[in-house]
T-cell receptor, first 112, second 114 residues
């Protein structure tokens, strides 16, 4: 079983829709939870990170962490075609020193 | 641009040759991380370095791969005697000291072994 599970999709939504992206994990030592956006043939871009459980909002993006369920989510409001990318969840904590553990990534397409 | 820089962006090597990938961290960052992304797979951690020190190399293949981050100059990931299975995108990330949860990635080096 992978430490971090993420549905690869692909996910296709119309412009303006609310997008929900999710990851589950098995390692209870994870304390920091990140979301990255990766455009085709580019490097991952850090969108936001959350420490422990709770919500965090940044513009159209909201991250949620539920440590009791080992479940994290990223919501994108008023989605735009420019949001079309692969979204990667990543986790950090425990004895992993500098290692981020990534999900496989979800491919999102927002069509006009 | 004070972001993470990687070069070359594309590298083609024949089987058996050596590949050297370079990474300059973001300004002010002293910690460097290397990841590999294989087709259809997620990013996999390889190694974590500070200046002149390897902190964690648990993700590095046991043979042919090495990494360094000298006192002066960029971090280097070296792959000796490359094989076709080494073809992948290699990403470098950097962070502030104590901020490993906030890693910023470079554009990557795409290695193709022919």
């Amino acid at each position: 079983q992978k430490e971090v599970e993420q549905d690869p999709g692909p996910l296709s939504v119309p412009e303006g829709a609310i997008v929900s992206l999710n990851c589950t994990y098995s390692n209870s030592a994870f304390q920091y939870f990140m979301w990255y956006r990766q455009y085709s043939r580019k490097g991952p871009e850090l969108l936001m990170y959350t420490y422990s459980s709770g919500n965090k909002e940044d513009g159209r993006f909201t991250a949620q962490v539920d440590k009791s369920s080992k479940y994290i989510s990223l919501f994108i409001r008023d989605s735009q075609p420019s949001d079309s990318a692969t979204y990667l969840c990543a986790m950090y904590g425990g004895t992993s020193y500098g290692k981020l553990t990534f999900g496989q990534g979800t491919i999102l397409t927002v069509h006009p | 641009n004070a972001g993470v820089m990687q070069n070359p962006r594309h590298l083609v090597r024949r089987r058996g040759q050596e590949a050297r990938l370079r990474c300059s961290p973001m300004k002010g960052h002293s910690h460097v991380y290397w990841y590999r992304q294989l087709p259809e797979e997620g990013l996999k951690f390889m190694v974590y370095l500070q200046k002149e020190n390897i902190i964690d190399e648990s993700g590095m293949p046991k043979e042919r791969f090495s990494a360094e981050f000298p006192k002066e100059g960029p971090s280097i990931l070296r792959i000796q005697q490359v094989v076709r299975g080494d073809s992948a995108a290699y990403f470098c990330a950097s962070s502030l000291a104590g901020g490993a949860y906030e890693q910023y990635f470079g554009p990557g080096t795409r290695l193709t072994v022919t």
